[in-house]
């Protein structure tokens, strides 16, 4: 198998609270193969959108990336000089931001935007790069493409801005495309057509996606891999069926409960008792302890390690890792 | 060394170039477009008052040499000096001994007559020159006193606000200590203390002002790059790989162009007001209203007062401060985010 797009191995992102560094991502590490759609899950406060900044490199002063290793199209990402990684974003790599209505600048037409995009990497002609922006447009479903390029984001709806957007990330052809909450704005039958959106140019382009979502339809919708995050760690990891059908943490089994279902009407929605604790109160041992309806003496003691469920399937639980040892 | 006239020449020349071009650039906008109809709409008479002000003033910074005029004795008079449009509009040798009232035909003390009788409308000064004629060349200067500043004034205070805003840290350090130490020197006293060091003229006097006025807009633009700074589309150029510099010229500071359209009229108004203060201490511009005002101090004491003369510059200053004033507050609501309507 070739090298994977992007490989993250015990990323560590810190933030200082109270003048010691704090890890908000603590020995992160996951794969994105080339083509593949890995879904990052779990709560407001998990360290997702964390974790997809820190891969660009644009985690928000005073947060730094303290350890680990970050390889993204082969080169190492940490090491790069901050000439070269303004290279890597955008042509290697893209972002979609979770807000479409804030993230254009108001007061640049959004075909200049996106002709920006394409002239910051590549030399080509404004009018070819309008050219290109409106293909682009067109892509992305835009109508009237040939006339949107001179709108201003204000003209325009929320989807439209959205797909304005993914229309900028994918003018490069990146091989990574990092969607942080791409449809978390907007309303739920945009969020379909968006998804669909996403799914077909993947399709087309082969673009590896990271997608981080609190959604499980979404990732329903795109995902080959899911990764579940809990308080800066990845506690589960496997391919679609195997985490939403067969999960093994008791956090991934309180998440796909907590989604609301047709055939459960009725019934009372379950929910996870209490919220992810702040990073200052991570502690030794299994930061879930504290919610965990499975809790062993261990927890306390040390975070457990991967159990590994099958070649693709982990999970770091001692409850499971004690079920399967058995 | 190009002669002062033709330099003064092809500033014109380049101002209207200027206002053309921005003229084309704003028809091409809407939101632009949208405001100037809208201001049209909502002070038409003050921003009329404004654009006569302006004629004026650019009318007397054409000039040229050559042309006689007819001297009071009815015999040709050969001209070298370079004379304005505005100057034109007046006989060559226009003037008198002393002072006269408004359309009096014979001098103010002694009684004879005089050479141009009824015909100084609003009468003349101590030199004997025509008040119309010097109020009228008085408002090349006060635009120069405003606009000059301003052009000093708005980018020092948006290189200062916004690097600040931007880059935080040290450089926000910096700023603000420059800051702290201008606001805690009196500003007049900091304005004669500049203007002492680099002399008098019409320059120096502009960036003396320039350097006092420029902490508040400073303010204003940190604040405002503060917010723009955290704003996702910044966050989104950082993710396509826009350099710094990039998204302060493309991201930030357009951002920040409907402030400083209205902070330029509101700081025009003030900066014109200064000069009349300084031309008081007796270290203003030549030729400025300020000056014409300054002069009334001995006049108003004799007896019977002289008072055409500050009559003719406070009317004239006060008229282009209240349209200006008028106009700023009409920018304001047209250009702040907070009233804009929805529609547009």
Redesign the interface.
């Known amino acids: 198998m070739s090298e994977p797009v992007l490989s993250v191995r015990d990323l560590r992102t810190t933030f200082p609270l109270g003048g010691e560094p704090v890890p908000v991502v603590d020995g992160v590490g996951f794969e994105v193969a080339s083509g593949e759609v890995l879904a990052l899950v779990g709560e407001s406060g998990c360290g997702k959108s964390v974790t997809a900044l820190s891969i660009?490199r644009?985690v928000p002063?005073p947060g730094r990336v303290a350890a680990g290793h970050l390889r993204l199209c082969g080169r190492d990402v940490l090491s790069l000089p901050v000439r070269e990684?303004?290279?890597?974003?955008?042509?290697d790599a893209?972002?979609i931001?979770?807000?479409p209505m804030?993230?254009?600048?108001?007061?640049?037409s959004v075909g200049a935007q996106v002709v920006?995009?394409i002239r910051?990497?590549e030399r080509v002609s404004a009018s070819q790069a309008r050219r290109r922006t409106i293909e682009l447009f067109e892509s992305v479903r835009i109508p009237d493409p040939a006339e949107r390029v001179d709108s201003?984001p204000h003209q325009l709806s929320g989807g439209l801005k959205q797909r304005v957007?993914i229309a900028?990330?994918l003018a490069l052809r990146p091989r990574l495309l990092v969607a942080d909450e791409p449809t978390t704005a907007l309303d739920v039958t945009i969020q379909a057509q968006i998804l669909e959106l996403l799914r077909e140019l993947q399709r087309e382009l082969g673009t590896a996606i990271l997608l981080i979502t609190h959604d499980l339809g979404v990732v329903n919708e795109l995902a080959d891999r899911i990764a579940v995050m809990y308080a800066g760690r990845i506690v589960e990891e496997g391919t679609r069926e195997e985490i939403l059908a067969r999960a093994r943490h008791p956090y991934t089994q309180g998440l796909l409960r907590a989604v609301p279902s047709l055939g459960r009407r009725g019934e009372r929605l379950a929910e996870i008792p209490g919220v992810v604790p702040s990073p200052i109160e991570w502690s030794r041992g299994c930061p879930f302890r504290t919610r965990c309806p499975r809790v062993l003496p261990a927890c306390a003691e040390t975070m457990p390690a991967p159990t590994r469920l099958s070649t693709t399937h982990a999970s770091r639980c001692h409850a499971v890792a004690a079920e399967v040892s058995t | 060394m190009v002669e002062p006239h033709v330099a003064s020449n092809l500033v014109v020349a380049v101002l209207v170039a200027g206002a053309l071009f921005v003229a084309r650039a704003v028809r091409k906008s809407d939101?632009w477009r949208g405001s100037l109809r809208e201001l049209a709409r909502r002070r038409p008479l003050a921003l009329g008052v404004v654009a006569i002000y302006v004629l004026v003033a650019l009318l007397d910074s054409v000039a040229w040499t050559g042309g006689g005029a007819v001297g009071a004795q009815g015999d040709q008079l050969a001209l070298h000096e370079p004379r304005s449009v505005v100057d034109r509009l007046f006989p060559g040798d226009f003037g008198e001994r002393s002072y006269s009232v408004p359309l009096a035909s014979a001098e103010f003390y002694g009684g004879a007559a005089l050479r141009h009788p009824g015909r100084h409308w609003l009468g003349t000064d101590i030199l004997g020159r025509d008040i119309l004629h010097l109020t009228l060349k008085g408002a090349r200067i006060a635009l120069l006193i405003g606009g000059f500043t301003s052009l000093i004034v708005i980018p020092l205070a948006l290189l200062f606000g916004v690097s600040a805003g931007y880059f935080?840290g040290r450089v926000d350090d910096a700023v603000f200590f420059l800051i702290s130490v201008l606001a805690s020197i009196p500003g007049l006293l900091l304005l004669i203390v500049l203007v002492m060091v680099m002399g008098r003229g019409a320059v120096q006097v502009c960036i003396a002002l320039g350097v006092t006025s420029w902490v508040g807009f400073c303010r204003v633009a940190r604040g405002e790059t503060l917010k723009l700074r955290e704003?996702?589309?910044v966050?989104?150029?950082?993710?396509?790989?826009?350099?710094e510099l990039r998204i302060i010229l493309?991201?930030v500071v357009?951002?920040l162009?409907h402030l400083v359209v209205i902070t330029f009229v509101l700081l025009f108004s003030g900066l014109v007001l200064s000069e009349a203060i300084l031309a008081w201490l007796g270290i203003g511009i030549d030729g400025s209203w300020g000056q014409m005002i300054d002069q009334a101090r001995d006049e108003l004491s004799r007896d019977p007062i002289i008072w055409w003369n500050l009559a003719a510059a406070s009317a004239a200053l006060f008229g282009l401060i209240l349209a200006v004033n008028f106009v700023g507050d009409a920018v304001r609501d047209v250009l702040d985010p907070r009233t804009l309507r929805e529609d547009r």
Do not use: I, K
């Not at chain 1, 990684?85 to 042509?91: L, P």
């Not at chain 2, 966050?235 to 350099?243: D, I």
């Open positions: 660009l644009l002063r990684m303004r290279r890597v974003r955008g042509a893209a972002m931001f979770q807000e804030t993230s254009l600048n108001p007061v640049v920006e995009a910051l990497h201003y957007m900028m990330a | 939101l935080g704003l996702d589309y966050q989104a150029a950082r993710a396509l790989g826009v350099s493309r991201h357009p951002n162009l």
